[in-house]
C-alpha cells in the first residue's frame, strides 16, 4: 500500500473515532438529559396527585369531617419528602441549563417547589394568616353567617 493512500486511511479513521467519541459523549449527555425531564415530569405528577388527595380532604373537614393532626402531619411530611427530591432534581436541571441544554420541565418544578414550600412555611408565616381566615370561614358558614354565592357571575 502507499505512503499517501495509507496516510489518507489512517486520517480518515482517526476522524471517525473522533465523530464517534464526541457522538457518544452528545449522546451520553442528551440522555441524562431527557431522564431528568422524566423525573421532573413524574414528580410535577406526583404533586399534583398529592395536591388533589390534599384538596379532597379540606373539602371533607369544610363539610364537618374531624380534624385528623396525625393524617394532617403525614401530608406534611409527603410534602417535606417530595420538596427535598425537587430540590435535587433541580439543581441537576440547573447543571443542564448551565451548560446550554433546555429542561423543558425544569421551570414548571420551580414554580411547584415555590409553591410548597409557601405550603410548608414555619408557624407566624403569611401562611398561617391565610389558615386563619379559611377557618374563621368555615366556622361562619357553619353557623350560617355566610351568604350562598350566586351560580353565574
Known amino acids: 500500500m502507499s505512503t499517501h493512500l495509507y496516510s489518507y486511511r489512517m486520517r480518515f479513521a482517526e476522524e471517525r473515532v473522533n465523530f464517534f467519541e464526541n457522538d457518544l459523549r452528545d449522546h451520553r449527555i442528551a440522555m441524562a438529559c431527557v431522564d431528568l425531564e422524566c423525573a421532573l ?3 410535577n405528577i406526583l404533586l399534583a396527585e398529592l395536591l388533589l388527595l390534599d384538596s379532597q380532604l379540606q373539602d371533607e373537614y369544610f363539610d364537618g369531617k374531624e380534624y385528623d393532626e396525625a393524617l394532617s402531619d403525614r401530608f406534611a411530611n409527603l410534602f417535606s419528602r417530595w ?34 414550600k409557601s405550603g410548608l412555611a414555619p408557624s407566624g408565616s403569611a401562611s398561617d394568616a ?9 366556622e361562619e358558614h357553619r353557623r350560617g353567617e355566610t351568604v350562598p354565592m350566586p351560580a353565574t357571575l
Do not use: C, M, P, Y
Open 41 to 43: 415530569n413524574d414528580l
Open 83 to 116: 420538596l427535598s427530591v425537587a430540590e435535587k432534581l433541580i439543581d441537576q436541571a440547573d447543571g443542564f441549563e448551565n451548560r446550554q441544554h433546555t429542561v423543558l420541565s425544569a421551570e414548571a418544578l420551580r414554580l411547584a417547589i415555590r409553591e410548597v
Open 130 to 138: 391565610i389558615i386563619e381566615l379559611r377557618d374563621r370561614a368555615i
